[in-house]
């Protein structure tokens, strides 16, 4: 493998990689779970959640509680809880206004490419203030289907006029780096709340521990350098 790739895009993830919100998604969940009875043990299943589409987790809470599970005033009770928690405002990751600005410096276009709905992704990218960065914003809505597929990566690239063997992708799941990888796209994973499989870390060029890791590989207009070490700033 080689320590320098070419791109001409940057492609970035929205809960997780870009926003901290999947432990405001999880205690949500929680919380309604919570409030209809179920306190077992679901940290798992909200693990395995990471990543995937709202329909996707219903089908998940279907299968493991069954058909009478009450999934509508569940989803009720958790879109209520997080738009509580969205009120105070939605913080962004650690070195996120570093990594964009220096895509931004070095004139490479970039898209946010989410398992979220159009909606959805565009109330928190306003919320957070950075809606305005991005020259292109992809969501479910927006494809036949969500990642692990590739479908999301492969119409963002189209949508910026790159090849996606020339755009850096930057997940923090693993369905999101199987989508990435898939779409032929450089990825590279930041872990959030779940770790990386081992299927992950054979699909990425390297799996960093922020995003301040990541702008350090952007050393050169056009080039993507590896670091000489994982946990460069």
């Given at each position: 493998?080689?320590?320098?790739?070419?791109?001409?895009a940057v492609l970035l993830d929205m809960d997780g990689t870009l926003l901290d919100t999947e432990k405001l998604f999880m205690d949500s969940l929680v919380a309604a779970m919570g409030a209809f009875?179920?306190?077992?043990?679901?940290?798992?299943?909200?693990?395995?959640?990471?990543?995937?589409?709202?329909?996707?987790?219903?089908?998940?809470?279907?299968?493991?509680?069954?058909?009478?599970?009450?999934?509508?005033?569940?989803?009720?009770?958790?879109?209520?809880?997080?738009?509580?928690?969205?009120?105070?405002?939605?913080?962004?990751?650690?070195?996120?206004?570093?990594?964009?600005?220096?895509?931004?410096?070095?004139?490479?276009?970039?898209?946010?490419?989410?398992?979220?709905?159009?909606?959805?992704?565009?109330?928190?990218?306003?919320?957070?203030?950075?809606?305005?960065?991005?020259?292109?914003?992809?969501?479910?809505?927006?494809?036949?289907?969500?990642?692990?597929?590739?479908?999301?990566?492969?119409?963002?690239?189209?949508?910026?006029?790159?090849?996606?063997?020339?755009?850096?992708?930057?997940?923090?799941?693993?369905?999101?780096?199987?989508?990435?990888?898939?779409?032929?796209?450089?990825?590279?994973?930041?872990?959030?709340?779940?770790?990386?499989?081992?299927?992950?870390?054979?699909?990425?060029?390297?799996?960093?521990?922020?995003?301040?890791?990541?702008?350090?590989?952007?050393?050169?207009?056009?080039?993507?350098?590896?670091?000489?070490?994982?946990d460069a700033p």
């Open positions: 493998m080689t320590d320098r790739w070419t791109i001409k009875g179920y306190t077992d043990d679901i940290a798992a299943l909200c693990h395995a959640m990471v990543g995937l589409t709202g329909a996707q987790c219903d089908r998940m809470l279907l299968d493991r509680y069954g058909a009478d599970f009450p999934i509508a005033g569940l989803n009720e009770a958790f879109r209520a809880n997080r738009d509580d928690i969205f009120r105070a405002g939605i913080p962004l990751k650690r070195s996120a206004t570093d990594l964009m600005d220096a895509v931004q410096q070095q004139g490479y276009p970039m898209a946010i490419v989410t398992s979220a709905s159009r909606r959805g992704a565009e109330n928190q990218l306003t919320l957070a203030g950075i809606r305005h960065r991005f020259d292109a914003v992809i969501t479910r809505t927006d494809v036949a289907h969500a990642k692990p597929a590739p479908d999301l990566y492969l119409l963002a690239s189209a949508r910026l006029g790159v090849a996606p063997e020339l755009c850096l992708a930057v997940e923090d799941s693993n369905p999101g780096v199987a989508a990435a990888h898939a779409a032929g796209a450089i990825t590279i994973m930041v872990p959030d709340i779940v770790p990386p499989t081992e299927a992950s870390r054979g699909k990425c060029i390297a799996v960093l521990p922020n995003l301040g890791a990541v702008r350090a590989m952007l050393q050169k207009p056009g080039e993507l350098v590896l670091p000489s070490s994982p």
